[in-house]
């Protein structure tokens, strides 16, 4: 399958905008990463600049799982299923 799949798509670039998606096939660090990816695209589509460590310090937090309070409703590990995966 693989074989099949590396000579339609490039296996190495694969991106995906749907970030529960990544954490559940890809883990935490991907889900990390995609939510970075996603910020960026958005301010850069407004020309603000923005450092990326701020980026990366809203995208820790958001899959934080001692950084959940009743009150954020933003973050991923309200999930269920998404414990078992960090």
């Known amino acids: 399958m693989w074989k099949i799949a590396s000579a339609v798509a490039d296996l190495n670039n ?6 529960y998606a990544s954490l559940c096939t890809y883990g935490v660090e991907m889900a990390r990463a995609s939510i970075v990816r996603e910020m960026r695209e958005v301010f850069k589509a407004y ?25 954020s409703g933003h973050s991923l590990l309200h999930f269920p299923d998404v414990r078992r995966w960090i």
């Open 47 to 71: 020309s603000i600049a923005v450092d990326q460590r701020h980026l990366e310090l809203i995208a820790d937090y958001m899959v934080n799982p001692s950084c959940i309070s009743k009150d």
């Open 14 to 19: 694969i991106y995906s905008n749907d970030i």
